[in-house]
Antibody, heavy 119, light 110 residues
Framework: QVQLQESGPGLVKPSQTLSLTCTVSGGSINSGAYYWTWIRQHPGKGLEWIGYIYYSGITYYNPSLKSRIVMSIDTSKNQFSLNLNSVTAADTAVYYC???????????WGQGTTVTVSS | QAGLTQPPSVSMGLRQTATLTCTGNSNNVGYQGAAWLQHHQGHPPKLISYRNNNRPSGISERFSASRSGSTASLTITGLQPEDEADYYCSAWDRSLLDLLFGGGTKLTVL
């Protein structure tokens, strides 16, 4: 059974870079069937799609975040990562990684990790 | 980025039927339908329906989904206390290649 697990600092200072990694276990990340996705949820708000990366490294980002995001994938480690630059308090959220099947849904989710942006 | 439209809240009684809606356009919900997620706070969201009315393994038959034009619906029959949660629809936009979410509906079981 495929499982995803986010890791990274829970506290990031304003203007710095938020870096998270999602480790995939129980299956290979090197599959053309899936899009490896980041989603976040601000406190008391709904889900927001951040972007996704394909096993080949092709990426698609939320236009509202595109200028600050870099996603990468390491198939040898079965991991994919999110870097969000120039963070502010507005980036404080629970960050989830998930597996997506195009035209279907997000069928496997990590537990989520809370990231707070504060000095 | 335009999202999908969901009513903020729905309240129904125990053992009753609730219908949640999700409205998009012809490039997203109207093209390939919507997926539905159930989210209990403190836990990750769970996929309960995809491409209109396909249920992942282990999801109760009390959950069923449908689509009419650019509006998707999730119907939950025989409401149970554990159904009280936030429900999100999602859909891929074929013109933008973006993944869209609805704002979520908070379902209260009275």
């Amino acid at each position: 059974q495929v499982q995803l697990q986010e890791s990274g600092p829970g506290l990031v200072k304003p203007s710095q870079t938020l870096s998270l990694t999602c480790t995939v276990s129980g299956g290979s990340i090197n599959s053309g069937a899936y899009y490896w996705t980041w989603i976040r949820q601000h406190p008391g708000k709904g889900l927001e799609w951040i972007g996704y990366i394909y096993y080949s490294g092709i990426t698609y980002y939320n236009p509202s975040l595109k200028s600050r995001i870099v996603m990468s994938i390491d198939t040898s480690k079965n991991q994919f990562s999110l870097n969000l630059n120039s963070v502010t308090a507005a980036d404080t959220a629970v960050y989830y990684c998930a597996r997506a099947i195009y035209d279907d849904g997000l069928d496997v989710w990590g537990q989520g990790t809370t990231v707070t942006v504060s000095s | 980025q335009a999202g999908l439209t969901q009513p903020p809240s729905v309240s129904m009684g125990l053992r009753q039927t609730a219908t949640l809606t999700c409205t998009g356009n012809s490039n997203n919900v109207g093209y390939q339908g919507a997926a539905w997620l159930q989210h209990h706070q403190g836990h990750p969201p769970k996929l309960i329906s995809y491409r209109n009315n396909n249920r992942p393994s282990g999801i109760s038959e009390r959950f069923s989904a449908s689509r009419s034009g650019s509006t998707a619906s999730l119907t939950i029959t025989g409401l149970q206390p554990e159904d009280e949660a936030d429900y999100y629809c999602s859909a891929w936009d074929r013109s933008l290649l973006d993944l869209l979410f609805g704002g979520g509906t908070k379902l209260t079981v009275l």
